[in-house]
């Protein structure tokens, strides 16, 4: 069964550094047909993209957040990374996972999804 | 940046239809997904293409995209559809995605 999961801290300190791991099941990250990417969704508000990564070494950055975003992929493991640098209270959010189709660009499949709580 | 504006709220009696709109500029040229959201979990894609439909969605759900308006229209609304609507583009000239800020459909 296709599913993504993502892992990491549920709890991160301010001016640290948040990362999280996507887990890809029941398909290759190695597919030509995808960009992996990663979602954020603080409380009550509404969906931002953070930035996309095809398994080949391409990136797209949401340009407000480039500066502190590193997204990897590990095709040995079937997962993708993403690190979120220097982070604040603003970066609290449930953070998504997701493949992004590299034809019509539109994110066919969703990780449930974790939250991440910026607090000392 | 590429904006997308969505009402914040739209309302509608079971049994009817509900249009939620998506704005932004020339966004007729562009390829617009929708999704839904209910409380609690991730977002499900309903809509690609501006009105292909995924494999699983009701033919309930429909979608039209012309010039600086795309909208989703929902047939025959069911209570199950009360949920948040997202509409997304890919903005080529910045390479980004972007997201609508969402519209609550509340079914009355």
């Known amino acids: 069964q296709l599913q993504l999961q993502e892992s990491g801290p549920g709890l991160v300190k301010p001016s640290e550094t948040l990362s999280l791991t996507c887990t890809v099941s029941g398909a290759s990250i190695s597919s030509s047909s995808y960009y992996w990417g990663w979602i954020r969704q603080p409380p009550g508000k509404g969906l931002e993209w953070i930035g996309s990564m095809y398994y080949g070494g391409s990136t797209y950055f949401n340009p407000s957040l480039k500066s502190r975003v590193t997204i990897s992929v590990d095709t040995s493991k079937n997962q993708f990374s993403l690190k979120l640098s220097s982070v604040t209270a603003a970066d609290t959010a449930v953070y998504y996972c997701?493949?992004?189709?590299?034809?019509?660009?539109?994110?066919?499949?969703w990780g449930r999804g974790t939250l991440v709580t910026v607090s000392s | 940046s590429y904006v997308l504006t969505q009402p914040p709220s739209v309302s509608v009696a079971p049994g009817k239809t509900a249009r939620i709109t998506c704005g932004g500029n020339?966004?007729?040229?562009?390829?617009v997904h929708w999704y839904q959201q209910t409380p609690g979990q991730a977002p499900v894609l309903v809509i690609y293409?501006?009105?292909d439909r995924p494999s699983g969605i009701p033919e309930r759900f429909s979608g039209s995209n012309s010039g600086n308006t795309a909208t989703l229209t929902i047939s025959r609304v069911e209570a199950g559809d009360e949920a948040d609507y997202y509409c997304?583009?890919?903005?080529?000239?910045?390479?980004?995605?972007?997201f609508g800020g969402g519209t609550k459909l509340t079914v009355l």
């Open positions: 293409y501006d009105s």
């Open positions: 997701a493949r992004l189709s590299n034809f019509n660009w539109y994110f066919d499949l």
């Open positions: 020339s966004i007729g040229s562009k390829s």
């Open positions: 997304q583009v890919w903005d080529s000239s910045s390479d980004s995605g972007v």
